[in-house]
């Protein structure tokens, strides 16, 4: 087949001031730079978004995309990206979601659209089939997520925010279906613009280079899916909150404000519980064979149930067993259009302060009274709620408690312990959005999760978590979703356990292979000049769908140039190495008093971390770093 001209992505730039769009074209030197997704996005906020800007103010911008992948039918691909300037933590800030409408973004004729300015009055947007208008949304101002998308046709595209994101709650989320894209403050800037709503509706179909070839690699890589222990087998039966029994026995499991990593009650709140006394059936988003989503009665209606990560930080985080509880909390929080993650760190941090007599918001660790009432105050901005709408850091800086409030650089932390988990820890203090599992490179998955890679052993985990957050953020960039990456780790491995001699072999290799792993990035186009379904079957599917001659090293590149462009903007922002850090809980004070070891040791990973980056010791980039990944881009910033 021969290489005709690549069809490049088409975006649109919404003035929301003026009420007017326009096309907004995308160059191919970008488009074969940044591909799409979370990548094309950081980019283009770093050229659109005025340096320093307030992120709820009329300049910042906010730029919604799509990836190649989405909408071709490729397996767990109906994702779609949120880009903006971090409410919390006032550096980057990307947030990903599932539901549909980012195959319908794509249906009515524009990969991404550009939102500039802010609506003279609560406004949501409509795209169908390639024509974009403004229109008045006065009357769904006020709406919770569930029946503001109740007001449009069912089978179209909803982007929408709840009371939360009207309130410029700073952990507001926007909601497509029952999906979130939940972390940063997506659903304030969309309230800061007074937008309620973005729905988009056509019949286009997407773009697929050799869909003969695409559709058979489709299907193999599908059967590869369901064959794996974890994406085939636990992840249907339990969801995602099937890894609590793992990461509370390896103390990794965020309990009373990270205070300790193991929950007594653990069981209680398990994947398998919830199995066994709420599961009404599994589902899933479109075209993903996995089939992690949870559905459980609540209010007497049948809704999504709780993430492991919901269940880790509304759970044990604030020392509650009650499994209805939490997937009554979960739907709360989605239905007024909030954070889960971010919600449960917070109030976790409100209960300590008033366990130290720093301030008093009327919650306790243990206790259920008071908190469907606060998660009901902060979406609506009244009385304490209003505080605690502002996060841990900014409830930090005025009732004291830093040692003990648990974020980096503003956005709280995932549920998994670090203290028991270093690289992860690593990957907190570096991830270019904050506290984030994801961005961080998830080595706990290799860690506490799925295997035991020497846990609290600094050695290697530069050189694993500069891996891993390559990895994913091209995966990311794909379209695909992160659970995907799952499969690359055996799944014969994995039905060992972390204790068989073989899998403490292999951790052995993975530690053992740092000194190769840490010189390799400048050489990985070269080094990996294939594709292997075993190995990144993702690159291979991108190579298939967009007709670049994309191989698994050019696919772990993208990844790394996503990274570094994102450190770029954060470093512009005003974020600087010191901002690689983690509260003094996590990095000075051992879980387990008896053992100094069981601290996150920032102080021997770091320097390691920024020179397998290719980062100066005040973690930069360097010029040379920048030029082998074609980022033009001036660094004295």
């Not at 769009?21 to 978004?49: C, H, N, Q, T, V």
């Not at 969801?239 to 069981?267: C, I, Q, R, V, W």
């Not at 209010?299 to 067993?321: R, S």
């Amino acid at each position: 087949m021969g290489h005709p001209k690549l069809r490049l992505p088409k975006y649109a730039i919404i003035d929301l001031t003026s009420g007017t769009a326009a096309d907004y074209p995308i160059s191919e030197e970008l488009y074969k730079k940044y591909i799409g997704g979370k990548s094309l996005g950081s980019r283009l906020l770093f050229d659109l978004a005025p340096p320093r800007v307030d992120p709820l103010s009329a300049d910042n911008v906010l730029i919604v995309n799509t990836s190649p992948m989405t909408g071709t039918g490729a397996a767990s691909t109906s994702r779609f990206n949120l880009s903006f300037k971090n409410v919390l933590t006032g550096g980057i800030a990307t947030s990903n979601c599932g539901g549909t409408f980012g195959i319908m973004l794509k249906a009515a004729g524009y990969d991404g659209i550009i939102l500039k300015g802010k609506a003279e009055r609560p406004s949501y947007i409509e795209i169908v089939d390639g024509a974009i208008s403004l229109k008045n949304a006065e009357h769904l101002w006020g709406m919770n997520t569930e029946e503001v998308q109740e007001q449009f046709e069912p089978h179209w595209g909803k982007l929408v925010i709840g009371p939360a994101g009207e309130n410029l709650v700073r952990y507001a989320s926007a909601v497509s279906g029952e999906r979130v894209a939940g972390r940063c403050g997506a659903g304030a800037v969309m309230g800061s613009k007074k937008i309620k709503a973005i729905i988009a509706f056509g019949t286009k179909k997407p773009y697929i280079y050799d869909k003969e070839k695409f559709d058979q690699y489709n299907k193999k890589y599908i059967r590869l899916l369901r064959d794996h222990p974890v994406t085939g087998e636990a992840l249907p039966k339990y969801g995602s909150a099937y890894f609590l029994k793992n990461t509370n026995a390896s103390h990794s499991l965020p309990t009373k404000n990270f205070k300790m990593g193991k929950y007594e009650d653990a069981e209680m709140i398990t994947g398998e519980a919830l199995a066994d006394t709420s599961l009404t059936r599994n589902s899933g988003c479109v075209s993903c064979p996995i089939r992690c989503e949870r559905r459980v009665m609540v209010y007497g209606k049948e809704v999504k149930g709780p993430e492991y990560e919901t269940v880790g930080l509304l759970g044990a985080n604030i020392l509650n067993n009650d499994l209805d509880l939490i997937s009554e909390l979960n739907y709360l929080a989605d239905i007024y259009g909030m954070d889960s993650i971010s919600l449960g760190g917070t109030l976790a941090f409100a209960m300590e302060l008033k366990e130290k007599n720093l301030a008093d918001f009327g919650l306790n660790f243990g206790s259920k009274e008071g908190i469907i009432e606060t998660i009901d105050a902060i979406a609506h901005g009244v009385g304490t709620g209003k505080e605690l709408g502002q996060g841990t850091k900014v409830l930090a800086e005025k009732y004291g408690g830093d040692d003990f409030a648990i974020h980096a650089k503003g956005l709280e932390l995932a549920s998994y312990e670090p203290r028991t988990s270093v690289g992860m820890g690593l990957g907190y203090a570096t991830s270019n959005r904050g506290g984030c599992h994801l961005n961080g490179g998830y080595l706990a998955l290799v860690e506490t999760v799925m295997l035991s890679v020497d846990a609290q052993t600094p050695k290697g985990k530069a050189e694993l978590t500069v891996l891993f957050q390559n990895m994913i953020e091209a995966i990311s960039v794909a379209g695909y979703c992160l659970f995907t990456a799952i499969a690359v780790l055996p799944g014969p491995l994995l039905k060992l356990g972390p204790a068989h001699p073989v899998s403490r072999f292999v951790n052995k290799i993975l530690i053992g292979v740092r000194f190769i792993l840490g010189s390799l990035w400048k050489f990985m186009p070269k080094l990996l000049p294939f594709n292997m379904l075993y190995l990144l079957p993702h690159s291979e599917s991108l190579k298939l769908v967009t007709g670049m001659p994309i191989t698994s090293g050019k696919f772990l590149q993208i990844g790394e140039r996503c990274f570094n462009i994102e450190r770029l903007f954060n470093l512009r922002e005003g974020l600087t190495a010191e901002d690689d850090d983690l509260s003094a809980r996590l990095t000075k004070t051992p879980q387990d008093l008896d053992r100094p070891d069981t601290i996150v040791p920032l102080d021997k990973m770091l320097p390691k971390y920024y020179k397998v980056r290719g980062w100066d010791e005040n973690g930069v980039p360097k010029k040379k770093k920048l030029r082998q990944l074609g980022i033009d881009i001036d660094i004295n910033i």
